[in-house]
C-alpha cells in the first residue's frame, strides 16, 4: 500500500550548468504530493576512475547533450524505483547500481543516477518537512564548514601559464561561518584591486570558478599576490592559503612541467617542503600523479603533520581507492564530490571511511557547477568542517555560500565553527 512518502513519479529536464554547457536536472515526486530536485555539475579536471558522465555524441551541441541520461531518468530509472519509500536512500541507490549493472555506471550514467539520489534525498526532506542537512546528518548536524576559496586559477580552469590549478584563500581564524565568509570576500577584493595596478583590466577576468586568471608564470608570483591581498585586508595569520596542484595535468612522462623547469617527483616533493615553509600553507591537494601512491605517501610522511594532503584524482569519491590510501598512509584527507561516484549513499559510505580513517573531508563543487546548494547542506549534514566551492563570485557559487548563510541564523548557537581545528585530524588506519 502506497503511503505519502511512496515515489509518485520520476522525471529528468537538460538544463546549463555555468559553463554553458547542457546538464541534467531530475525531480522526484512523492505521493504526499511533494517534489524535490537535484542538479548535476560536471568537472572539467577529471581523475580517471570518476563515473561515466553519460553524454549524447553526435553534432547536436557539441555532442555534450544529456537526452540520453534523461532517458535513463525517465525509463530504466523511473521504472525501478517508482513506489518506493523515498526515505529509504541506501535501497533507491542500490537498486539503480543493480539497474545499471557495470562498475562505472556506463549503462545508466552517473549524472542519472546522482540527479535521481539527490532529488530523492531533497524529496524526503520536504515530505518530513526538516532541512536537507537535518535530513542528511540527524539532530547532530551543526558544524559549519570553514571555505577553500578558490581566488586565483591556473591548469584547465585558466588561460594563462601557471601549472597550479587553484590557489585558496582560507579564512579559517574566525569565529563563524559569517565573519570568516566576509574576512574572504574583503580578500577577494583587495586581491582584484591589486591584480588590476600590477597588470591591467585583463587580469581581473574570473576563471570557470570565479577566480581570477591574471597574466601570471610561476607558483611564488600567485602565492606572493595572495600574501599581501590577506596583508591589505588586515587578516594576516587569520586568512591562509591552500592549493590544488592537479598534478596530473602538468605530468609528463615521469616528470612535472612547473614554473618553466622539469622535476621528478623527489624535486617536486621538496619544492612544496620550500613554499610550506615560505607561505600560511595550510593544504595541497593532487600533489603528483593520480596513480602515483607512493609519491603521495611519502609528502604525507614528510609534510603530512603540518598540511592537509588531499585526494581529488587520487580517490574519485570511491571507497576502493580511498582504502588503498589509507592502507599506504597516502593523503590525510579526502576530496568528496558526490558526482564522481554517482549516488548520495556512496558519496556518504566514502565519507564514513575516510572518518574512521581519521582523515579529513572536504566537500566539494565543480568547475562546471549550477545554482543548486545541495553541498552546502551535505557539508553541513556530515559535519565536515571544510567546503570548496570557488571564489565568492558568480550566481552558482554564492549559492552555496547563501545557502550557509541562512543554515548559520537557522542553527542560532548550536552553530559551531571549528576554524584551524578542522584542519588538525590526526590519520590513522581503518582497521587498527
Same mark, same amino acid.
Given at each position: 500500500?502506497?503511503?505519502?512518502?511512496?515515489?509518485?513519479?520520476?522525471?529528468?529536464?537538460?538544463?546549463?550548468?555555468?559553463?554553458?554547457?547542457?546538464?541534467l536536472r531530475a525531480y522526484v515526486k512523492t505521493e504526499g504530493g511533494v517534489v524535490g530536485s537535484f542538479s548535476v555539475p560536471a568537472g572539467a579536471s577529471r581523475g580517471g576512475y570518476e563515473a561515466v558522465e553519460l553524454r549524447d555524441g553526435g553534432k547536436r551541441l557539441r555532442g555534450r547533450g544529456v537526452l540520453k541520461a534523461v532517458a535513463s531518468v525517465e525509463r530504466a530509472i523511473a521504472d525501478a524505483i517508482v513506489g518506493m519509500d523515498v526515505r529509504d536512500q541506501r535501497a533507491i541507490d542500490m537498486k539503480m547500481i543493480e539497474v545499471d549493472g557495470?562498475?562505472?555506471?556506463?549503462?545508466l550514467g552517473g549524472n542519472a543516477t546522482l540527479a535521481v539520489s539527490g532529488a530523492c534525498a531533497r524529496a524526503a526532506s520536504r515530505q518530513m518537512?526538516?532541512?536537507? /542537512?537535518?535530513?542528511?546528518?540527524?539532530?547532530?548536524?551543526?558544524?559549519?564548514?570553514?571555505?577553500?576559496?578558490?581566488?586565483l586559477n591556473g591548469g584547465v580552469h585558466a588561460g594563462n601559464e601557471l601549472s597550479i590549478q587553484e590557489f585558496m584563500i582560507v579564512p579559517a581564524k574566525f569565529g563563524s561561518f559569517r565573519e570568516a565568509l566576509f574576512a574572504g570576500v574583503e580578500v577577494y577584493h583587495e586581491l582584484k584591486a591589486l591584480l588590476r595596478e600590477k597588470y591591467g583590466k585583463t587580469a581581473i577576468n574570473l576563471g570557470d570558478e570565479g577566480g581570477f586568471a591574471p597574466p601570471m608564470r610561476e607558483t611564488r608570483e600567485a602565492l606572493d599576490a595572495l600574501r599581501e591581498a590577506i596583508g591589505r585586508a588586515g587578516y594576516d595569520g587569520q586568512v591562509l592559503i591552500a592549493i590544488d596542484a592537479a598534478a596530473s595535468s602538468f /605530468?609528463?612522462?615521469?616528470? /612535472?612541467?612547473?614554473?618553466?623547469?622539469?622535476?621528478?617527483?623527489?624535486?617536486?616533493?621538496?619544492?612544496y617542503e620550500e613554499?610550506?615553509?615560505? /607561505?600560511?600553507?595550510? %593544504?595541497?591537494?593532487d600533489p603528483f600523479y593520480e596513480e602515483d601512491f607512493d609519491s603521495l605517501a611519502e609528502i604525507t610522511r614528510r609534510l603530512g603533520s603540518r598540511v592537509q594532503i588531499v585526494g581529488d584524482d587520487y580517490f574519485t569519491t570511491?571507497?576502493?581507492?580511498?582504502?588503498?590510501?589509507?592502507?599506504?598512509?597516502a593523503g590525510n584527507a579526502l576530496l568528496l564530490k558526490p558526482n564522481q561516484i554517482g549516488t548520495l549513499t556512496e558519496s556518504m559510505e566514502a565519507a564514513a571511511l575516510a572518518f574512521r580513517s581519521g582523515y579529513s573531508v572536504i566537500v566539494s563543487h565543480? %568547475?562546471?557547477?549550477?545554482?543548486?546548494?545541495?553541498?552546502?547542506?551535505?557539508?553541513?549534514?556530515?559535519n565536515c568542517g571544510q567546503i570548496k566551492t570557488g571564489a565568492p563570485a558568480r550566481g552558482e557559487r554564492t549559492a552555496k555560500y547563501n545557502r550557509l548563510l541562512e543554515i548559520e541564523e537557522e542553527l542560532g548557537r548550536r552553530a559551531e565553527f571549528p576554524g584551524i581545528e578542522a584542519f588538525r585530524r590526526s590519520p590513522r588506519r581503518a582497521l587498527a
Open positions: 500500500m502506497r503511503g505519502p512518502f511512496s515515489i509518485a513519479r520520476v522525471w529528468a529536464l537538460e538544463i546549463l550548468d555555468s559553463r554553458g554547457n547542457p546538464t557495470t562498475e562505472n555506471k556506463r549503462r518537512g526538516i532541512p536537507l /542537512y537535518r535530513y542528511i546528518g540527524g539532530m547532530n548536524a551543526h558544524v559549519m564548514p570553514v571555505p577553500l576559496m578558490n581566488v /605530468y609528463r612522462g615521469g616528470k /612535472y612541467v612547473i614554473d618553466g623547469r622539469e622535476l621528478s617527483p623527489n624535486e617536486l616533493a621538496e619544492f613554499i610550506v615553509e615560505e /607561505y600560511d600553507i595550510v %593544504s595541497i591537494e570511491n571507497v576502493v581507492r580511498l582504502m588503498r590510501g589509507v592502507e599506504m598512509g565543480r %568547475s562546471g557547477e549550477t545554482e543548486d546548494p545541495f553541498i552546502a547542506d551535505l557539508a553541513v549534514g556530515l
